[in-house]
């Protein structure tokens, strides 16, 4: 029953993120469930589903994986639609989180585009990013 609810919340989030248009990669999220859920496999547990090539598959085994796999993907897409300078937080622990997110979301603006150069290499756009940002020049 818990593997429901989870997997419910999570098309939940899942149709939250699409709704303020966060951009979610869904491949990491796919391999994510498929090893979590198939390294779970290699520990049966439970009632004996099928055999695949020596491989028991159990019914504990599957639900505790897709327990644990629901488990990251919630947290991944909860992140996504947590994490936002737009998020009233009082007091100045409140402004101060506001200005690491606004931060945050202006270094990973654009795709790491600079103020129309070519794509560069991860480290290189991060790195002038942040150098943009240490001089405090608008991005």
Known sequence: MKVIILWSLIFVLAITCIALKRHIRWLPLLLVIVMVTFFS????????????LG???????????????GILVFLQLFSKIAISSKIPLPGKA???????FADYEKLTSEKF???????KGIMEAIDER?????NGENL
Do not use: M, N, Q
């Open 94 to 100: 409140g402004k101060f989180i506001k200005a690491v």
């Open 113 to 119: 585009l600079l103020k129309g150069k070519k794509l």
């Open 130 to 134: 942040l150098l943009t940002v240490w």
């Open 41 to 52: 496999l290699l520990s049966p547990d439970g009632k004996l589903l099928r055999e695949f």
């Open 55 to 69: 491989l028991h598959i159990t019914l504990g085994a599957l639900l505790s994986g897709l327990f644990r796999s």
